[in-house]
């Protein structure tokens, strides 16, 4: 406990610091506070963050953010100055938990019209649900691919009162963003541009159908192309919002850090001398960095910390005399709460309940099992590889792969053998997206082999796959020729080894994690923009209404050793 209240005293005293703004400023001098949110994706609750301070104390993992304390925070700091701005840096919604998903998210734009967001950038995730229901969540309704989830929240959707920019994001009929391109707020007698773009790549993230007819074009020059429309309606202090990102070895708060990388810094580097500010997003770290002079930040994700910037401006000559920056963890019970966030998150909260509480389908038995050791086929692992199966058949889908790790809970039921969605995100809590690719049959028997690399067969595990694939492997053979050769098979045919197959697995497994480097070699990779918990979901209600409840007690045996271990 004493640790505890000793960090929330940290916390309080380093917000203190910086809500005070400079006492009496010589004449033409202005000062801007910015409060800046990246990479939200949703999380209207706190979550684990580790938490480890350039100034010291080491690691340490503690629950930080929620809506309710970014309320509460930037309540506080309001009292102290009234015209702070709060901007975000895209990824705001999007990969996001059941509380907000599955009123297609819905809630975190509500809650950040409360907090009084002004403008964010928009992120690759914004896409997730294509072009047509990003401007539906930018401007209202109810008509959304997703029916089933939109305008069930709240009643009507009323849109987001805060902008979306994407100024490299051009329609390509008209020729002109499909959002707006900047924002201009005025804030103690200061105008300041806010120009927001998406990473030039996310066409390669996105389905298709769902940016068709968008181009991404270069982040640099889409931004320096918006100065002389700005300096013609008097703006002279410009900052950028962009989702692209990099990586530093800093600390998340080390002061003015200079071993920034990654794409990030091309684009810095080619920006507007008069650009003084970009507030980053997309890679997930924090950071607070000098580049070329420019200060580059970004506030780590999901709303464990928010970052602090301070303008100091000439308004004799409109320009910025001076940047500073810091990062503040959002700890809950660090500021007085803010009674309508609270009231929201809670009303959220019990919408979300009762929503996880009904049931989604009938099992054929009254609870499969996972493996916990995941060093073998489950019952629940086979079902969970069906699921992606089923939903990646549209995609070509012929084999799913799925790591046992994302597996977390056996999948349990009520009376009459009923699951209730709760109890199904239980299994699947991650929020995985599927992907489907092309992989040459040598390629598929490449993945198997992979399985033991490094020795992690045991703690790592098998994948578990679809109905219609199997394998067998030799425990006495070395690693990388485990596999029985012509083992392999798809309904029962050997697997040819130059022949392509349609692979479906989650995007942990795409981008090769779990130390399965071959998955980031398919090719004809399309992201499905299927969550991995609405294929599960989907695949036993079919099998209920179809009359041949899903599941079993024991595991199918598609794969098995030829020998003992």
Known sequence: MKKYLSLVAVTALAGCAWLQRTPSLPPGVAEVQLVTLNDLHGNLEASKFSWDSAAGGGERIIQ?????????????????????????????IGASPAISSMWADEPTIGALNLLGLRA?????????????????????????????????????YKGAQFQYLAANVIDMVTRKPVLPAYKIETAHGVKVAFIGTVLRDTAESSLASGIAGLEFIDEADAINRQLPELRQQGVGVFVVLIHQGGR?????????????????????????PAIRVVVSGHSHQGYLCKVDGRMVTQSDMGGHVLGRIKLTVDTNTNT?????????????????????????????????????????????????????????????????????????????????????????QDLETLGGNHVTLGQALAVLPFGNTLI????????????????????????????QVSDGFSYEWDAAQPEGHKIVPGSVKLNGVPLEMDASYRVITNNFLAEGGDGFPTFTKGSGRAPTNIRDIDALTGYLARRDQDGKPAGATAPAVRFKSIQKE
């Open 120 to 156: 964010t950038s928009v992120g690759n995730h914004e896409f997730d649900q294509g072009r047509i229901e990003l401007l539906r969540q930018q401007k209202g309704g109810c008509v959304s691919p997703r029916a089933d989830k939109a305008c069930q929240f709240d009643g009507p």
């Open 320 to 408: 910025v005399r001076s940047v500073s920056a810091g990062q503040e963890v959002m700890m809950p019970g660090a500021w007085p709460a803010d009674p309508v966030l609270t009231a929201y998150i809670d009303k959220a909260r019990q919408r979300s309940n009762a929503a996880l509480a009904k049931p989604v389908a009938r099992l054929a038995v009254s609870g499969i099992k996972r493996e916990k050791h995941h060093d073998r086929e489950s019952a629940l692992g086979d079902l969970v590889a069906d699921s992606m199966l089923y939903a990646g058949r549209s995609f070509g889908g012929q084999i799913a792969l799925q790591n046992p790790g994302g597996i977390r």
């Open 436 to 463: 489907a690719m092309n992989l040459r049959g040598a390629q598929v028997v490449q993945l198997l082999e992979e399985q033991w690399m490094g020795g992690r067969a045991t703690s790592r595990g098998f994948l």
């Open 248 to 272: 530093t070895t800093d600390k998340f708060d080390q002061q003015d850090c200079a071993n920034l990388k990654g794409p990030i810094v091309d684009v810095v580097k080619r920006l507007d």
């Open 64 to 92: 930080a953010g929620g809506i309710d304390t970014l309320g509460a925070a930037l309540q506080a700091w309001r009292k102290q100055d009234p015209e702070l701005l709060l901007v975000g840096a895209g990824d705001l």
